[in-house]
Nanobody, 121 residues
């Protein structure tokens, strides 16, 4: 059983910072990529940032220059440092992992339960 557990969400003023963490645990053979997505009320889930096991990174245009994704492969953990937060960053943030749980099982995407980020004065 694979679990992704997020932490670090909360309420912050505009211009503030938060750091999200997501740790993958359970039966994991190999993780290919991890990332963050977000979903605001009434909107579709959208990509925020992803990072591969080799360190290749992709950001949504809306967060470039403000958010930084990083990864600790030894701990199966991905982080999202969010600076200069704006009210429009308010959303539930979900961790995603593209991984193979066992050698004989196929690669698939797994999701965390989500963590709320609210940016408000």
């Amino acid at each position: 059983q694979v679990q992704l557990v997020e932490s670090g969400g909360g309420l912050v003023h505009p211009g503030g910072s938060l750091r999200l963490s997501c740790a993958a645990s359970g039966n994991i053979f190999s993780i290919y990529a991890m990332g963050w997505y977000r979903q605001a009320p009434g909107k579709q889930r959208e990509l925020v940032a992803t990072i591969t096991s080799y360190g290749s990174i992709n950001y949504a245009d809306s967060v470039k220059g403000r958010f930084t994704i990083s990864r600790d492969n030894a701990k199966n953990t991905v982080y999202l440092q969010m600076n200069s937060l704006k009210p429009e960053d308010t959303a539930v943030y979900y961790c995603n992992a593209d991984l193979q749980p066992e050698r004989w099982k196929r690669r698939d995407g797994y999701w965390g339960q989500g963590t709320q980020v609210t940016v408000s004065s």
